[in-house]
Nanobody, 113 residues
């Protein structure tokens, strides 16, 4: 059974940093796309960043967020710097493998003073 488990969320002041982690178990995702999405209260889930033969970001997080992966640990990270209140959301890890999509349960990030 595939599981994606996120961690690293929390409360941070504007301008602060957090690093999210997503550990995949049950299958290896080393050669498959992995991504981060987020969903703010009252809004639809949106794409944040992805890694697969390169790294890709939505415009609002470019130059602030960095996605990376450790294939030995089957883990993807999201380093978030210069956080803004509008980054407040539940952050979800996602992976795609052989035509199937997998999602984690999410980790909450709150940016507030």
């Amino acid at each position: 059974q595939v599981q994606l488990i996120e961690s690293g969320g929390g409360l941070v002041e504007p301008g602060g940093s957090l690093r999210l982690s997503c550990v995949a178990s049950g299958r290896t995702f080393n050669d498959y796309p992995m991504a981060w999405f987020r969903q703010a209260p009252g809004k639809e889930r949106e794409y944040v960043a992805a890694t697969f033969r390169g790294t890709f970001y939505t415009d609002s997080v470019k130059d602030r967020f960095t996605i990376s992966r450790d294939n030995e640990k089957n883990t993807v990270y999201l380093q978030m710097n210069s956080l803004k209140p509008e980054d407040t959301a539940d952050y979800y890890c996602a992976a795609q493998r052989l035509g199937r999509d997998y999602w984690g349960q999410g980790t909450q990030v709150t940016v507030s003073s």
